[in-house]
């Protein structure tokens, strides 16, 4: 355990998210006399997704450490969806007895953990001997940060973490990997190509993704959209690389460019799921440029005309150093049309924000936390819910690269309080999660970490008493609550005061304003109750479509 310890600390990993029991606990204090921080957890599922949102923050592995069977289990969630959204992270599981497990004698904790983690993470390795840690570990942080990012399972079995060895043996082991995540340059043949593609472009667009974000070179970006004058739309977790409300921002004209750009250019953006795989609305002639880092991402929805294989950074350096060269094509009324669109619609959007509804609806809500927010563009935003998660995105502006952490590819429930916490431990910033009242429940007891660890997040929560809302039609022959109800009534903020944080409970958007621009300068663990009215969202917020067609009808 002291050279695990050691071997983390000496390849830089300087925090560890995770709960402890056997066989791990003891590693967990190793580790903090090594001047590791330990950040201990409810569930391992939240400590994991502090430790992947900690690795997208960063660019270097959040390390999540769990205990045997179902600790492990709780944690593969996590790393599986940090996988799944290009995350950085290692999780280290502890396992029972290889050979009572293998064969299948009825051991502790018995599990063949590493089988279970293979083929849904991207990396997984077991480390069996004390002397093969620095290896494991150095293998696992350069799985995770190289090519694309990804979650990394280690196995270490209970016989290792109790190993003995000599210590002077065991400190001439350790070494740090050189260069771990190696610049992969793009081939000139690709950028002339993606250049000229962009050059025949009447109606160009430059798509932001949370790759983009992630690879932080915010400046880089900067350039290639001011220097084309491009218009930009940004994915979700993408919001504030550019401002939001920059003048080449296309975000309020998303459905133009999908129908009209006739040269879109990715970055860092997967054309899946949320952009409707490439088809739809989208023109059927444009083409596609893509900087990517995995050539295995080109064509599987759309053929790519111009891919660009390469790390972002070294890809917009050598598409950069060609721009000046580069005469562009671009229709000027194609950027005074997105302008002049957007114009609109923002005032449009601005007149849905305006009437100051009580009881609240998502939006009278909204328009008190987008004061605010966008009053402090340095506090980092954690989102979810399904009409909460919509809702905000659309409401608040960023302005800050790396400043809103969502449910992200999967658009899964369960990351709040996690990302919360991952959030201001990497940065140090102030975090605000707001969160839908269901969302908010996967993760809610791990608001009391918040608290034991005095961080500076307040948790915001929009309480319309159920999943989408709270008046789900109830076809129940016994009485029971519908599927969807939860409790409008329930009184979140008392959750808070169990764990002694600063609390609030909020009926009209006034109040809440007040309660959220007290508690982010607070600093401090702060809980808000939002009472929503129980009919305030709809079925699936902005996705209903993805639903079978019959549960629609009865709904
Ligand atoms: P979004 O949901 O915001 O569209 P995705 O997660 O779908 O973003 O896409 C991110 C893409 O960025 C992935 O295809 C991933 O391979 C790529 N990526 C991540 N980091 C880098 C990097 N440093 N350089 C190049 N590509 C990267
Ligand atoms: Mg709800």
């Known amino acids: 355990m002291y050279i695990l310890a050691r071997a983390l600390k000496n390849v830089g990993i300087d925090v560890m998210y995770g709960l402890v029991g056997i066989p791990v606990t003891e590693m967990a204090y190793i580790a903090q006399a090594q001047g590791i921080r330990f950040i201990s957890f409810r569930h391992e599922q939240q400590a994991g997704m502090a430790a992947a949102t900690h690795g997208f923050l960063t660019k270097t592995p959040g390390v999540l450490l769990t205990v045997s069977s179902l600790g492990f289990i709780n944690g593969l969630t996590a790393t599986v969806n940090a996988t799944v959204n290009c995350y950085p992270m290692i999780q280290i599981s502890g396992s029972s007895q290889r050979e009572t497990i293998d064969l299948e004698q009825g051991a502790y904790e018995g599990l063949d953990q590493l089988n279970v983690a293979k083929g849904l993470v991207k990396a997984a390795y077991r480390v069996n001997r004390p002397e093969d840690i620095p290896t494991a570990v150095a293998r696992a942080y350069r799985a995770a940060v190289s090519g694309r990012p990804g979650g990394v399972y280690l196995d270490v079995t209970t016989a290792c973490l109790g190993a003995v060895m000599n210590h002077d043996d065991a400190e001439k082991l350790l070494f740090k990997p050189v260069d771990p995540c190696p610049a992969v340059q793009p081939s000139a043949e690709s950028v002339d190509r993606a250049l000229q593609l962009l050059a025949s472009a009447r109606q160009p667009a430059i798509l932001l993704g949370k790759g983009a974000a992630y690879a932080q070179v915010d400046d880089k970006i900067k350039q290639l959209v001011e220097t084309t004058g491009i218009p930009f739309y940004p994915m979700s977790m993408a919001k504030g690389l550019m401002p939001d409300n920059h003048p080449l921002s296309a975000i309020s004209a998303r ?173 140090g910033k102030s975090v605000v999660a707001v969160e839908g009242d269901s969302a908010f429940g996967f993760s809610g007891m791990d608001f009391s970490t918040i608290c034991r660890f005095n961080l500076p997040v307040t948790v915001v929560i929009f309480n319309n008493g159920g999943i989408y809302n709270g008046i789900g039609e109830n076809l129940s022959k016994d009485g029971d609550p519908a599927p969807t109800t939860l409790d409008v009534k329930a009184r979140y903020d008392k959750l808070g005061d169990a764990f002694g944080a600063q609390t609030y409970y ?50």
């Open 255 to 427: 459905s133009t460019i999908m129908e009209k750009a006739d040269v879109v250019m990715l970055i860092g953006a997967r054309l899946n799921w949320l952009l409707s795989r490439g088809h739809g609305k989208w023109n059927p002639q444009g083409q596609f440029i893509q900087l990517d880092i995995d050539p295995g991402e080109f064509d599987c929805n759309r053929p790519i005309a111009a891919p660009v294989v390469g790390d972002i950074e070294s890809s917009l350096d050598a598409i950069l150093a060609k721009l000046p060269g580069l005469k562009l094509n671009m229709d000027p009324a194609w950027v005074k049309g997105i302008q002049d669109e957007s114009k609109v619609k923002n005032a449009k959007f601005l007149e849905r924000l305006a009437p100051q509804t009580v009881p609240m609806t998502h939006w009278s809500a909204l328009s008190a936390v987008k004061k605010v927010l966008e009053a402090n563009p340095d506090t980092i935003l954690v989102n979810e819910g399904a009409n909460t998660l919509d809702d905000t995105r659309d409401s608040v502006d960023m302005f800050l690269p790396r400043h809103r952490i969502d449910c992200a590819t999967w658009a899964i429930m369960g990351m709040g309080m996690g990302s919360a916490i991952g959030a201001a431990v990497a940065t």
């Open 506 to 555: 909020v009926t009209t958007p006034a109040q809440l304003g007040s309660a959220l621009a007290e508690a982010v300068a607070s600093k401090k663990p702060c809980l808000i109750d939002v009472q929503l009215a129980a009919d305030s969202g709809k079925e699936s917020g902005h996705i209903g479509y993805l639903n079978p067609a019959p549960l629609i009808d009865i709904v």
